[in-house]
């Protein structure tokens, strides 16, 4: 009997033992199950995302899908509504210059308009709604009137006045006469967001004497630009567009400046050697209403009389001879009011805004020489009466060498 006994008690152990060990797997198996589970979950949430039409891409790369699922990348030029690759404003190019042996990459342009349009570049952004860049930036600008027939003398070489500056370090030499300026522009249409493109060339020096010492200063840029042109919101590309003849008028240069008639009985082109490049160019070319008036004289005799004179001619030194063209000037008008008295210039309205343009058939340097040519200007329409005038012409005109 407690043989039978003990052997039950024993069935039982076995018993319990088995079912322990059975409740154990299964947990453990409910166990491993679940960890199964949430590793598949994780696995999907890390695995590739699919677009809407079942195409995956990654999440957090560069690469984004675009409505036709064509892949591009994240700060790349942005598409237009063709598809066409649209690029950002704000200017750019590849022009460099190199300012007293600092290398200046001009990055960024912007642009401004009244009298003429204003074209500015610097190797900082220059904002187009206003601001200036920090005092260690390089700014260079230059200016276009309309010229002939609106065109903004694009298409070939010109010259134009350059300037150039630093606000912190102060440079000997911050402009370039137009005489050895190279600039080239394409053709453009004048609207906000559109580019204004070319590219832009000189090699000056400035000579710094101190005492017996002597030291060079050089200044040079050559490359392309490339500009955008900003908003308007003041109506100075109205002014700016006024177009300017494209031809001459016939016969000898006359006109109309405020109230007094103008016509040129002698033509004179004053000839100067620039000091430290050594380099000649036409600095003016002057019209009197005076006859006999000559390279003696011409500051004497001449002055006595109503004069037209152009400067700032482009196209006019020794290295930038761009004959047969029309470039622009800047034009200036006088007439004495009374014996004895002496004549104020006046530009053709607000700042002239460079409202001329001349073409020298060729041009010669030697004194006596004689070239023959055509010159047009005019002021802009919303120019005061007295301030407005009209003169042009074809001329034949004689060389006074005065060197420096």
Known sequence: MRTDRLALVALLAFAVAAGGCKKKEDAS????????????????????????????????????SDDDGKKKKKG???????????????????????????????????????????????????????????????????????????????????????????????LKSTFVRPQFVNLEIDPFNLKEGEHIKGSLSFDHKWTEMKGDDKKDWKYTTDGKFDIEICDDPFGGYKRVKVPLAGEAPEGDVAGKFGSDTFKAKSALVIVLKDYSTKKEYIDAVEFYSADDVDCANHWT????????????????????????TMQPAQPWFAAPKGKGTTPSLKSFGYSGGRRAWIKLNKIDFKKGATINGEVFAESAPDSKPEDSGKIGGHFSAKVCNSGW
């Open 29 to 64: 198996s409910d166990e491993s199950a679940e960890k199964d589970k949430k590793s598949a979950k994780k696995k999907d949430k890390g695995d590739d995302e699919g677009d809407d039409d079942g195409k995956k891409k990654k999440k957090g790369d560069d690469e984004a």
């Open 76 to 170: 790349d030029d942005e598409g237009d509504d063709d598809g066409k690759k649209k690029k950002k404003g704000g200017g750019g190019g590849s022009l460099t210059g190199n300012f007293e042996g600092q290398e200046v990459q001009f990055k960024y342009g912007r642009t401004t308009g009244f009298g003429s349009l204003r074209l500015e570049l610097s190797n900082e952004k220059l904002p187009c709604k206003g601001g200036n860049p920090s005092d260690d930036a390089y700014t260079l600008s230059f200016e276009l009137s309309a010229g002939p027939n609106g065109k903004f003398f694009t298409g070939y070489p010109i010259g134009v006045p350059v300037t150039y500056n630093h606000q912190r370090i102060k």
């Open 301 to 324: 005799e001449g002055r006595k009389s109503a004069y037209f004179y152009l400067t700032d001619v482009g196209g006019a030194g020794e290295t930038t001879k761009f004959e047969g």
